[in-house]
């Protein structure tokens, strides 16, 4: 039975920067422990000190941060069930090791690096290349199943480097239910003596991930599936440390794929695949290179987020725009699938657009002029608001949004070209020519006045928009395409709309 009040951690080890992967499984943690109002646990599991990499801790915490899935309690945010930091929990896990010894299930080991290479190039030459330190082999080791207590306690007196294992049965099938994949079985047999605690006087992560999920009081175990493979060991560790009876329920996620199915997406994909697969931007410190993050790529938080949630889990619906909340509400374990999730990049960046297309227009032009700002370029807020609104249905990014309008700051420099050469002639020089001294006589200049101005002058020469329209776009913008050439005239303004015209009359052929 598991424990009452929902209780779920997340726990990276800090090896590097998170992995989108990592965040995923983060949030549905998040999600779980949200709608079941439950705690969210964040624990750092760093007792592999010869992979710890400065700054990840911190990497981790702001990436949790920018994407809104605040932990409740943890490293960085306090609670009462700490240290959250394995390596300040060293002290805790010996006991536990000690208690398995006296139980009989588990036992010291001295096998040196050397001894262990040997017996296993023995089995390889003998034909068998995955040897394993189990229970038929470990009778042919060093440890205190073969050696006398007497000899044991001298090795260890002596100071001898030994580690502990978990002594397996054999031939018996542990079995579990894990929330996604459903019954699980596997027999001692096709497993090993794992090393629970090692010579440098820290436990493993099999045993302090029993230990203090334990002593968390963790009621769901909810992590990626290559953890699967660990789980049965894990079971075995808590009913051997008699604590079956508070065991936390297992959900292992389906791996996230790369795009075209092959294979485990990892964090050596960086930005080789043409997309980042961090977070946030990452510098390595030791080697200096740079990793993207979708923050620095101009992603939404909750548009990377909604994308994530649905990587492996969907709500069984046609709705896909959820905010967190919504999410919390929709969110279920038992509808996350067991089959690997395919990571789709154009999705990511609908996403995005989607999160734009959502935004009201203060807000986007707010962000639009502080991203124009950045670039050198100030707006006022009545012409940010009035770009906004018209280039809105064209960008996925705010970046776009200054790209695409460039055109509005300064003047026309180029002329695009295949325009140039398609539409632009004799004919396109008379009608800008007309339509300039008839916007000229416009007193109000706005877009709903010019544009009957601009279809009166059609309709009285009988003429299609495709006979005017480019060659004035291309005089007006310099380009091909582009939003409501009435919009944009309003948005320049009298004055310098009738100057670009007359600079392209000028200018152009
Ligand atoms: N420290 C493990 C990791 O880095 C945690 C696995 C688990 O959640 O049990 O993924």
Redesign the pocket.
């Given at each position: 039975m598991a424990a009452e009040k929902v209780r779920v951690r997340f726990?990276?080890?800090p090896t590097g920067p998170l992995h989108m992967g990592g965040v995923r499984t983060a949030l549905y943690n998040y999600l779980f422990a949200k709608q079941q109002g439950g705690d969210f646990i964040l624990r750092i599991?760093d007792t592999d000190q010869t992979r710890f990499v400065p700054g990840a801790e911190q990497y981790i915490i702001d990436s949790l941060k920018w994407c809104g899935i605040v932990p409740d309690e943890g490293q960085g945010f306090g609670g009462n069930y700490g240290p959250y930091r394995q390596s300040e929990r060293k002290e805790m896990y010996r006991q536990y090791a000690m208690q398995l010894i006296e139980n009989g299930h588990a036992y010291y080991a001295f096998d040196s690096a050397e001894d262990l290479d040997r017996v296993r190039q023995m089995a390889k030459d003998a034909g068998s290349p995955n040897w394993q330190y189990n229970h038929v082999t470990r009778n042919s080791m060093k440890n205190s199943l073969t050696l006398s207590s007497a000899e044991v306690q001298k090795r260890i007196d002596a100071g001898e480097p030994y580690v502990i294992r978990i002594k397996l049965n054999r031939n018996e099938e542990v079995k579990f239910e894990d929330i996604v994949r459903g019954w699980v079985s596997v027999n001692t047999n096709n497993m090993d003596d794992k090393v629970l605690f090692k010579s440098d006087g820290m436990p493993t992560?099999h045993l302090a991930?029993i230990v203090d999920d334990h002593l968390m009081e963790i009621s769901h175990?909810i992590?990626?599936e290559e953890?699967l493979p660990s789980a049965p060991l894990h079971v075995l560790l808590y009913r051997y440390l008699g604590w079956e009876d508070s065991m936390p329920q297992f959900a292992h996620l389906p791996l996230l794929l790369k795009p075209d199915g092959n294979g485990k997406l990892s964090k050596r994909d960086g930005d080789r695949l043409g997309f980042p697969v961090f977070p946030l931007e990452w510098h390595n410190p030791e080697s200096g290179e740079v990793f993207s993050g979708y923050r620095e790529n101009g992603y939404f938080a909750p548009a990377f987020v909604n994308m994530l949630a649905f990587l492996g889990w969907n709500p069984g619906t046609e709705q896909e725009i959820f905010s967190l909340s919504e999410l919390v509400e929709a969110f279920s374990l038992k509808k996350v699938n067991k089959a690997g999730a395919r990571y789709d990049h154009d999705k990511t960046r609908w996403f995005n657009q989607q999160y734009l297309r959502l935004l009201d227009d203060e807000t986007l032009a707010e962000l639009f002029t502080s991203y124009a700002s950045e670039q050198g370029q100030e707006i006022s807020v009545e012409k940010a608001l009035a770009i906004a609104s018209l280039m809105k249905e064209r960008a996925y990014f705010i970046k776009d949004l200054w790209e695409e309008s460039q055109f509005f700051f300064g003047g026309v420099e180029e002329y695009d070209e295949k325009t140039l050469r398609k539409k632009w002639n004799e004919e396109a020089r008379t009608h800008v020519a007309k339509l300039r001294s008839i916007f000229s006589n416009i007193e109000d200049f706005t877009s709903a006045n010019t544009e009957a101005a601009f279809k009166s002058y059609l309709s009285e020469n009988e003429l299609g928009f495709g006979k005017v329209g480019p060659g004035f776009r291309l005089a007006l913008t310099g380009k091909g395409m582009g939003p409501s050439l009435f919009d944009i005239c309003a948005i320049l303004g009298k004055e310098a709309s009738l100057k670009r015209l007359d600079q392209a009359l000028e200018k152009l052929p």
């Open positions: 726990a990276p080890s599991e992560y991930n175990v992590r990626g953890w």
